[in-house]
């Protein structure tokens, strides 16, 4: 079968890729979409170590193939949203319902491909660019048949986690002040979150001038080019900066743009020794600083809530879509992404 695997050096579209079956409590998933995430190319860029060789992605969608022996919740021939949580459903950050922090379900990569006789890595638990993909059974969501494939597979990371980090993580009420840091897939997704929870005044922030439009589809009531003009809207500030980018100087202007009780919400992704700094003197009007991982989402939950959101038309989806692209056009795809051209670039098996 057809992926996409990454050696360490260079990027490869094979087609003699294998898979093994399903394991008890395990779903193999035949795959129809896959969104390009920055996070792939982070593992390509070295933003994120990762070991290699590894089959890539981790925002996908697809048909249930077959389900391993214990799973009950999907058949063959369902349709499901794949999550990156393999998170255990056990222990005691699942049970308070915060499966984001299950142990298990971080820094535990495993191997179900191979290629030639060598066993291959599995990214995020996931590997969505692949034809075939097996994953726990709690990270397989059954979905409405009726939405589009190329749309789905956008829920399993990029909702989840945009979307998900406001209501989830920042909780943000109607009324509240909202900036949003980088206009790219996941800084959409925030916007179209807000809009959501009812914020009153949302800004987005985005170097590129061609995103405005974009922007203000999602939810966006202002769009600025630099943080410089944010103050002339917001005179004491935000209640809620979300930084989508992944630069450290950005957190810096996220936490400087908050007015009391304010809170900077980290998104994007640095490299795994940057440091960030802030004036500590201007963190004691309750003002705070929240790391969150995946939208802190609990994904049987969530992806049910937005895939009938977006049948209602609340959530935009299709929108997202900007291009498509076969599997073999995989470079092309990357330096759409790379350059800002797309907000979600989406392979098609």
Avoid: W
Avoid at 257 to 277: C, W
């Amino acid at each position: 079968m057809k992926g996409v695997v990454f050696d360490g050096r260079q990027t490869l579209v094979v087609d003699d890729l294998e898979v093994r079956g399903p394991g008890p409590g395990e779903v193999l998933v035949e795959v129809a979409a896959a969104g390009l995430c920055h996070s792939d190319l982070s593992v390509l860029d070295g933003t994120i170590p990762f070991p290699v060789p590894v089959v890539l992605g981790h925002e996908g969608a697809g048909v249930v193939a077959e389900v391993g022996p214990g799973v009950t919740h999907v058949e063959a021939g369902d349709h499901v949203s794949l999550s990156t949580l393999a998170n255990c459903g056990a222990c005691a950050e699942c049970d308070r319902g915060r499966p984001t922090m299950c142990r298990k379900a971080i820094g535990r990569p495993q191997r179900p491909f191979a290629r030639g006789g060598q066993p291959l890595y599995q990214f995020a638990s996931n590997s969505a660019f692949a034809q075939r993909t097996v994953v726990k059974a709690v990270q397989a969501v059954r979905i409405p048949k009726d939405i589009p494939m190329a749309s789905a597979a956008l829920i399993g990371c990029g909702v989840l986690t945009g979307v998900g980090a406001v209501l989830n993580r920042a909780r943000v009420d109607r009324g509240d002040s909202v900036v949003v840091i980088g206009a790219g897939g996941i800084g959409l997704n925030v916007l179209q979150g807000a809009r959501i929870a009812g914020a009153l005044t949302v800004v987005a922030v985005d170097s590129n001038p061609a995103k405005e439009e974009m922007a203000r589809r999602f939810g966006a009531g202002h769009f600025l080019t630099s943080v410089e003009g944010v103050r002339d809207i917001l005179p004491t500030g935000a209640d809620h900066v979300f930084e989508c980018v992944g630069r450290v100087e950005l957190v810096r202007q996220a936490v400087d743009l908050l007015d009391r009780h304010g809170q900077a919400v980290l998104l994007g992704v640095p490299g795994a020794d940057a440091e960030a700094s802030f004036l500590v003197s201007s963190m004691f009007l309750d003002k705070s600083i929240l790391g969150c991982r995946y939208g802190a989402s609990r994904p049987q939950r969530d992806v049910a809530l937005y895939a009938e959101l977006y049948r209602e038309g609340r959530l935009l989806l299709d929108e997202l879509v900007t291009c498509t692209y076969a599997v073999e056009d995989f470079e092309k795809a990357v330096a759409d992404a790379g350059a800002g051209r797309v907000a979600r670039g989406v392979l098609l098996f």
